[in-house]
């Protein structure tokens, strides 16, 4: 296997149209994680009018609101944060997002990027947003890499 070829992503795409699905629940730290998808956009040269914003009410709904952006875009970016509270409900939100979400990515010809943070308290989600400094980063910035490395594979195998 000497002559295979490896196909290697790249996130310099000024050209890619973006969609951002965010979730208003929790508000105080999904607005954190579209800052940083955002910031890490914006940094890769690609233009404001190149992005498309949709917030929907919560995490549960976000895989119903990026398939009808798929077919306007070239790749998704979800953004919720489903903290643990007292009753099973966190766990039929995470499951619904997840499975919505993944079945987007199986049946569909453009990337989805998982960027819904599940996680036991506040604390934790706001550590993955970037809010309190715990060395995590931002989930949303690292949703926006990886979904541009994700449309850029997407893009060169398809001319394959």
């Known amino acids: 296997m000497k002559n295979h070829r490896t196909l290697k992503a790249s996130v310099e795409d000024p050209d890619s149209t973006i969609g951002i699905v965010v979730a208003k629940w929790n508000s105080f730290i999904t607005d954190e994680l579209l800052a940083g998808a955002l910031e890490v956009l914006h940094q890769k040269g690609i233009e404001d009018e190149r992005v498309v914003v949709v917030r929907c009410p919560g995490a549960y709904e ?31 939100v995470c499951d619904a997002a997840n499975r919505g979400i993944t079945e987007l990515n199986i049946q569909g010809n453009k ?7 599940t996680t036991d308290n506040i604390e934790q989600a706001q ?34």
């Open 62 to 92: 976000i895989p119903f609101i990026a398939r009808q952006l798929l077919p306007k875009v070239d790749g998704v970016i979800t953004l919720g944060a489903v903290i643990r509270g007292d009753t099973p409900h966190f766990h039929y």
């Open 111 to 117: 990337p989805v990027v998982f960027g819904v943070l």
């Open 127 to 160: 550590q993955r947003a970037g809010i309190v400094e715990s060395g995590k980063g931002n989930k949303g910035a690292e949703a926006a890499l990886a979904l541009l490395e994700m449309i850029d594979l997407n893009h060169q195998i398809s001319q394959l």
